[in-house]
């Protein structure tokens, strides 16, 4: 299912678990998160153009939030001491990446798709983005150090592949 079209009763995967979306008439509106549903509370639930904008808002935030913690901890972890600035985050719709690197902008761009993956696979294209700030290609130092860091970094990589490609 694409993020485009969600409806009531549908599902979408978040973070690696199939999520059922429900609509549900409210005085307000909102977005709750338990294990099994992602619950729109909307003053008008018959309204679905706004409903599919309020969603893709908040699953850009929550997505942003997420990504943004898991670059935080490697940075944190292994980037900080070669005394490179943490790059901003962005994250948007990508036709074929899971994430991007500008290395002279200090920036990192995420698939918006990404956050369907579960943490696994999400941590793995986090450092992958990173390791660009030190090796800009993808030349065998840049594989060596993906591999110091993250031992199962192939494995995470295809389960990535493999099960979230049509999200791409």
């Not at 429900?22 to 307000?28: G, H, I, N, P």
């Not at 941590?123 to 130092?141: A, D, F, G, M």
């Not at 591999?147 to 999200?167: A, I, S």
Request: charged share 30%; glycine share 2%.
């Amino acid at each position: 299912n694409t993020l485009d079209s969600i409806k009531n009763g549908t599902s979408v995967q978040m973070l690696g678990k199939d999520m059922r979306i429900v609509f549900q008439e409210a005085s307000r509106n909102s977005i709750e998160v338990d294990e099994k549903r992602i619950t729109l509370y909307l003053k008008d639930v018959t309204n679905e153009e706004f409903a599919q904008k309020m969603f893709l808002r908040w699953w850009k935030k929550t997505a942003e939030d997420v990504f943004q913690n898991e670059l935080d901890a490697l940075y944190e972890k292994i980037f900080k001491k070669y005394e490179i600035a943490k790059p901003d985050i962005y994250i948007r719709k990508m036709k074929t990446l899971w994430g991007s690197c500008t290395p002279s902008k200090s920036k990192v761009t995420f698939n918006n798709y990404l956050f369907k993956a579960n943490i696994r696979c999400i941590q793995y294209v986090v450092l992958h983005e990173l390791t660009h700030l030190l090796y800009p290609n993808h030349s065998k130092q840049f594989y060596d150090f993906l591999t110091v860091h993250m031992p199962d970094w192939k494995e995470r990589k295809e389960k990535l592949e493999k099960n979230f490609k049509d999200g791409v």
